[in-house]
């Protein structure tokens, strides 16, 4: 790869972090502190305590995860333009995969961002049958199941991508970082299928919070392994 195209590339990975670096601050953490403090959601009963306790600051942390999936989507991109030749095919097995289940949660959010307030806002005669379905509140909506299955399968490429990484200063880390949240991202979503309760239990919610750790602490090295591309380009 020619340097000019390679400095574009390890300049558009570092922008790619950044994205999702804002992604996992504010999705993961900023905004739903936040709508804990302002507005909170009780505990799901009905759809009609939803809606009576529905606030749009509670869709902000949605808003956010945008941030979150395109960010980690176009650090595959570069990752993919800046693997070896000979490792190629697991980088591009990683993008491909990892476009699909990007595609799964961007669905998901589109649903909370813009179908799940629209109910709590209009409440139209489907409410009750439809928004225990599709929002995230319920720990047992078809949300909660896209949610998952789309992380679970962004991990899966994580596992692929990880193989791209060999020798250098930072790599193995991040193969093993790489390894670690697939394993974490797929087993979760596997434990959804069968319980999706374990979602808002304690083990649920700890999980959620060493996910987010985990994927920050990523980004710090992938921010630092694009740096020493740069340096040696």
Not at 12 to 41: D, E, K, T
Not at 130 to 154: C, D, H, K, Q, R
Not at 184 to 209: E, I, K, Q, R, Y
Request: proline share 5%; net charge neutral.
């Amino acid at each position: 790869m020619e340097n000019s195209v390679q400095t574009q590339m390890i300049r558009f990975g570092r922008l790619a972090v950044y994205l999702n670096i804002f992604g996992v601050i504010f999705s993961g953490l900023v905004f739903p502190a936040l709508s804990m403090i302002l507005s909170p959601q009780p505990a799901w009963r009905d759809a009609f305590l939803f809606a009576d306790s529905y606030h749009p600051l509670q869709t902000a942390t949605f808003f956010c995860g945008y941030f979150l999936v395109i960010g980690s989507l176009l650090t595959f991109i570069s990752l993919f333009q800046l693997a070896q030749p000979d490792k190629k095919i697991w980088a591009l097995s990683g993008l491909v995969i990892n476009v699909v289940f990007t595609a799964v949660v961007f669905l998901n959010y589109i649903i909370q961002t813009t179908y799940v307030p629209y109910l709590a806002v209009n409440r139209p005669p489907e409410l009750a049958a439809v928004l225990p379905v599709f929002t995230m509140a319920n720990p047992g909506s078809f949300a909660w199941a896209l949610e998952m299955y789309g992380w679970g399968g962004i991990g899966l490429s994580f596992i692929f991508m990880a193989f791209i990484f060999g020798k250098g200063r930072f790599e193995p880390v991040l193969k093993w970082l790489f390894v670690v949240n697939g394993i974490c991202s797929v087993g979760s979503a596997l434990l959804t299928s069968l319980d999706m309760n374990w979602l808002f239990s304690p083990a649920g919610l700890t999980a959620l919070a060493v996910w987010n750790a985990l994927v920050l602490v990523i980004d710090i090295y992938l921010l630092a392994y694009f740096k020493i591309l740069k340096n040696t380009n």
